[in-house]
């Protein structure tokens, strides 16, 4: 059993760094020393309940690290293996793995905290701990199934390669395996966090004409022209719809959704032209929904989409996206804005909280 420190969240809206141990890997599991994991915006709506999960429940879900232990029965790891995470496990096995739908793998439908088994490995005291979505990687050392990890190339600096295990995938997931951008196509971005950014780099990958960001933020709407935006708006002082319909004159080929929040849902919606395809990437609350003209859906032929993990398959997309950023295409570092330790993770999130970041990063020795 190893000791560790690892992000708690108590309950709503309150967590903190603290000491926890862990039991070693079981049949088909890996141990893990993390070296590198991101703060992204779904661990944020864990903690202030937006993403419905129970509680005490250890954070992160978006990350990479060094294998030091591996379970009976695994044989495609070895000790000294360098791994991304997975918070969708991908058993191979399910109807949706073996139509190429990995991102909906069965295994991992219910993700209520618990190990594929039912169990837990993180106990604090006597008291056993919850883990988010199979990971709870915010986190010295994680136990975790070995189909939640993926195998990569030991040159590929592990503060980068943890932006492949949520944000990246799913933003450039969005554009280029559900959307479909096409070459010379206009694009709307609604919301430039993480994964706004990277649904931008996946459309510049694809070779978008036009690549519209919209935010708040003026300081987001400078990354997003840092990573491949033509136009920028700013939704507090502008009509988004109307410039977006202004700039394509009629409206984007395609639009997306990267914050969650149903007025964005629907200015999406509302961006794009006659037949174009809105995608809708951020999560809402169960509660929310978003509201569509009943008349107009039908005559106006557009298509809406939602994305799921950027309909990835990790074993094939990670390393895929990782030689992209090998290659120069893909810009993983200036995604990593700033990096921390464990023990500063509340400013981590406020940083977020004030869009100081591309994505920040905790970083481990």
Do not use: W
């Not at 360098?82 to 496990?89: A, E, Q």
């Not at 951020?282 to 809406?304: E, R």
Request: net charge negative; aromatic share 4%.
């Amino acid at each position: 059993m190893k000791t560790m420190k690892a992000v708690v969240v108590n309950e709503i809206d309150s967590y903190a760094t603290e000491e926890v141990t862990l039991d070693p890997p079981k049949a088909g599991e890996l141990l893990i020393k993390m070296k590198a994991t991101g703060v992204c915006h779904s661990d944020l709506s864990l903690i202030n309940g937006t993403i419905p999960m129970p509680l005490p429940c250890v954070l992160g879900h978006e990350g990479a690290g060094i294998v030091e232990e591996v379970g009976e029965e695994v044989t495609q790891f070895e000790v000294g293996d360098h791994v991304v995470l997975s918070f969708v496990p991908f058993c191979g096995e399910c109807d949706d793995c073996h139509n190429h739908r990995p991102n909906m793998c069965t295994a991992g439908a219910a993700a209520n905290g618990k190990m594929l088994d039912g169990t837990t490995r993180v106990h604090r005291g006597d008291e056993d701990l919850d883990v988010m979505t199979y990971l709870g990687c915010m986190a010295e050392y994680v136990v975790c199934s070995s189909i939640c990890a993926v195998k990569i190339d030991k040159s590929i600096p592990l503060d980068k390669a943890a932006l492949v295990g949520c944000g990246v995938m799913t933003g450039v997931g969005a554009a280029i395996n559900t959307a479909k951008v096409e070459p010379g196509s206009s694009v709307a971005v609604f919301g430039c966090g993480g994964i706004g950014l990277s649904i931008i780099q996946g459309a510049r990958l694809a070779g978008a004409g036009q690549i519209i960001a919209i935010d708040l933020s003026d300081n987001k709407l400078e990354m997003a022209s840092s990573f491949g935006a033509t136009h920028v708006i700013n939704g507090s002082t502008e009509d988004a719809v109307a410039m977006v319909h202004a700039l394509t004159n009629g409206g984007a080929d395609y639009a997306f959704e990267a914050i969650g929040v149903p007025a964005a849902m629907e200015q999406t919606y509302n961006a794009i032209r006659r037949k174009g395809t809105a995608v809708i990437v951020g999560v809402g609350k169960l509660t929310d929904s978003m509201a569509l003209n009943a008349l107009l859906v039908s005559i106006s032929g557009k298509v809406l989409m939602g994305s799921m993990y950027g309909d990835g398959n990790p074993p094939v997309d990670f390393p895929k996206l990782l030689s992209l950023y090998q290659s120069g295409k893909l810009n993983l570092d200036d995604m990593v804005s700033t990096t921390y330790a464990i023990d500063d993770v509340h400013s981590a999130f406020e940083d977020m909280q004030n869009n100081v970041n591309a994505r920040g990063v905790i970083v481990y020795d």
